[in-house]
């Protein structure tokens, strides 16, 4: 059977090559359509968070403190992940940030990936934005989005989006590479 994994990441900024990091992670794996697990936490990054970047999520340095290190998490998330295929809002953002700690730690993550914000501009050309809340909007009607910007309510958005767009199959030309950054 078939896992995909959708999964979102907060950050300290926009990009791990200037220093920035994650601070939370959220993952949702589906099999068959259905939730099979959830994955979450905070992640302690050994650096501080920007005022005007925690506006944005929420989340603050005194949150992170006594939380769990990189090192402590990457693992189990690579092991929750397996081999499924990851399903992600923006693939491109998450992916790049999730291979840095990654491999900071010498763990691969080559999974094949798939992206439903590049899937939304293809499909729903016509929504005047193609944001997570907007398109789960579109597709799921009167919905209760949860906290966005907040890692396991994004990636709970994303697995409900992925699934509305794909029904009981997934399009294979919408996927991301494993090597694309």
């Not at 990054?45 to 005007?52: A, F, K, L, S, T």
């Not at 909007?137 to 209760?144: I, K």
């Not at 958005?157 to 996927?175: I, K, Q």
Request: with cysteine.
């Amino acid at each position: 059977m078939e896992r995909f994994v959708a999964i979102d990441v907060e950050t300290t900024g926009l990009s791990p090559a200037r220093g920035d990091r994650v601070i939370e992670v959220g993952a949702v794996a589906l099999e068959a359509g259905e939730v099979v697990g959830e994955f979450v936490s905070l992640v302690a990054p050994g650096r501080p968070i920007p005022h005007h970047v925690s506006r944005i999520h929420g989340i603050t340095d005194e949150m992170l403190r006594g939380q769990p290190r990189p090192e402590e998490i990457y693992p189990a998330l690579r092991e929750f992940i397996g081999g499924g295929t990851l399903v992600a809002h923006n693939a491109r953002f998450d992916l790049v940030f999730l291979r840095h700690e990654f491999g900071r730690l010498g763990l691969g993550l080559d999974n094949s990936a798939v992206c439903t914000l590049m899937m939304a501009r293809q499909r729903l050309s016509h929504l005047a934005d193609h944001r997570l809340e907007t398109v789960a909007r579109h597709l799921l009607g009167g919905l209760q989005v949860g906290r966005l910007h907040r890692a396991l309510d994004d990636a709970r958005l994303t697995a409900r989006v992925w699934e509305a767009m794909t029904g009981p199959r997934p399009l294979s030309t919408e996927c991301i590479s494993p090597s694309e950054h």
